[in-house]
């Protein structure tokens, strides 16, 4: 089984800082996949950014990257140059390719921007 | 990427009614779709999975009875709530996945249901 863990409730970051989200996991699985998804507050699922497991370099989709730890078995996101538009929930999510090879969800983050 | 939708984007029914979601890929087909619950605030669960012209596989504790799904083709999957109960009231998503993609999984725009 997987789980996925999201210690952060809330962050906050000033306009065009940085900031990184948090999220560890928990498998036994070998090949599986990272994900993170942004839901704005019209409740559409985005998604950000992809890392494998096998990956050995980390992730990054413009703005987006992911600092893929895989001893550690975490995989946070960093924004960087927020912009206000950023202001959403954030999910960390996992899917193992093995066996029922579904996709499970962290508890999010939400994110403010601050102006 | 590819596009999901989902109809209606919000319904209010009485309790005791069924209600039907319907779940599309519009420009892919989807082998595999999933349906997800979301609490206010809260975390996407996810309810069953359902493979095109075979029985969807639902998660522990979700009740198929209430909670039926049909994925008919591979485009369309819908999900029915059945004598639906103010506590069904919630956020529905549904997910489509790209036969024999490594990862691409695509969400659609989610349904409010409202059961008084």
């Known amino acids: 089984a997987q789980k996925i863990t999201q210690t952060q409730p809330g962050m906050f970051v000033q306009e065009k800082e940085a900031v990184t989200l948090d999220c560890t996991y928990d498998?036994?699985?070998?090949?599986?996949?990272l994900f993170w998804y942004k839901q704005p507050s019209s409740g559409e699922m985005i998604f950000l950014i992809y890392?494998?497991?096998?990956?050995?370099q980390n992730a990054t989709e413009g703005r987006y990257s992911l600092n893929f730890q895989k001893a550690r078995k975490s995989a946070n996101l960093v924004i960087s140059a927020s912009q206000l538009g950023d202001s959403a929930m954030y999910f960390c999510?996992?899917?193992?390719?093995?066996?029922?090879?579904?996709?499970?969800f962290g508890t999010g983050t939400r994110l403010t921007v601050i102006p | 990427g590819a596009v999901v939708s989902q109809h209606p984007s919000r319904v209010i029914c009485k309790s005791g009614t069924s209600v039907k979601i319907e779940c599309r890929s519009l420009?892919?087909?989807?082998?595999?779709m999933f349906w997800y619950r979301q609490f206010p605030k809260k975390s996407l669960m996810l309810m069953a999975t359902?493979?095109?012209?075979?029985?969807?596989?639902?998660e522990q504790g979700v009740e198929k009875d209430k909670f039926l799904i049909n994925h008919a083709s591979l485009t369309l999957s819908t999900l029915t709530v059945t004598s639906a109960h103010p506590e069904d009231s919630s956020f529905y998503i549904c997910?489509?996945?790209?036969?024999?993609?490594?990862?691409?999984?695509?969400f659609g725009p989610g349904t409010r249901l409202t059961v008084t």
């Open positions: 999510a996992m899917r193992a390719f093995t066996g029922a090879n579904n996709l499970f």
């Open positions: 498998t036994s699985d070998q090949s599986y996949g």
């Open positions: 890392q494998g497991s096998y990956d050995e």
């Open positions: 420009d892919f087909q989807a082998t595999t």
């Open positions: 997910s489509a996945r790209v036969g024999g993609s490594a990862y691409e999984q695509y």
């Open positions: 359902s493979n095109e012209g075979s029985k969807a596989t639902y």
